[in-house]
């Protein structure tokens, strides 16, 4: 049973406007999370991380929400760009980062 | 920067032939991960390894081994190729403590 799901398999939205990328997990014992941007025929880069402890991290257009009670974190991307369009994977690790547990992946059309 | 290299972009083989794929790090990471991307299922841990002749099964082992003989190499072997392991398979890195994971540029496997 996958620990970390991401629901929508497609985004597409207006260059300039907001993207929003959600991301569930089930493991309480998740302590640090990841974003990583994966182009066709490339290995996924990382994004943007955030640890358990906080709520919110930011980092230029890409910003990471953390609700802990949830069990869901989201990616806001502002304003979007062309270039952002990619498939977009949730990751999640325990204290020992000697895991990573990967979600399905979220396809970010970023329409000119 | 972190380097890590498979060594084929793209591969074709025969059903039932033995395959090897290899993936070099430059980082002297401890930590060493396969895994293996295809639509809607995101990146599913195939093997790790967190040392040198170390390996841990991953979610989905069944017709993989590895083999981690130096700290820099770690191998992903089909033992018998079938066509269900037509794949996009990637290699990740990380040290001891990490707090994230460094990919390759994915090895597109194709079983025919």
């Known amino acids: 049973d996958q620990q970390v799901k991401q629901n929508s398999p497609s985004l597409s939205v207006q260059e300039g406007r907001i993207s929003i990328l959600n991301c569930d997990y089930t493991?309480?014992?998740?302590?640090?999370f990841l974003w990583y941007k994966k182009y066709p025929a490339e290995g996924p880069t990382f994004l943007i991380s955030i640890s358990s402890i906080k709520d919110k991290n930011e980092d230029g257009r890409f910003t990471v929400f953390l609700n802990k009670s949830a069990k869901h974190l989201s990616l806001h991307i502002v304003p979007s760009q062309p270039g952002d369009s990619a498939v977009y994977f949730c990751?999640?690790?325990?204290?020992?980062?000697?895991?990573?547990?990967f979600g399905s992946g979220t396809k970010l059309n970023v329409k000119p | 920067d972190v380097k890590v290299t498979q060594s084929s972009r793209y591969l074709v083989k025969r059903t039932g032939e033995k395959v090897f794929l290899e993936c070099v790090q430059d980082m002297d990471h401890e930590n060493m991960f396969w895994y293996r991307q295809d639509p809607g299922l995101g990146l599913r841990l195939i093997y790790f390894?967190?040392?040198?002749?170390?390996?841990e099964k991953g979610d989905i082992p069944e017709g993989y081994s590895v083999s981690r003989e130096k700290k820099e190499r770690f191998s992903l072997i089909l033992e018998s190729a079938s066509t269900n392991q037509t794949s996009m398979y990637l290699c990740?890195?990380?040290?001891?403590?990490?707090?994230?994971?460094?990919f390759g540029q994915g090895t597109r496997l194709t079983v025919v």
């Open positions: 390894s967190y040392d040198v002749k170390m390996k």
């Open positions: 990751a999640a690790t325990e204290y020992n980062f000697n895991k990573f547990y």
């Open positions: 493991n309480s014992m998740f302590d640090y």
């Open positions: 990740a890195t990380n040290g001891a403590g990490g707090t994230e994971a460094f």
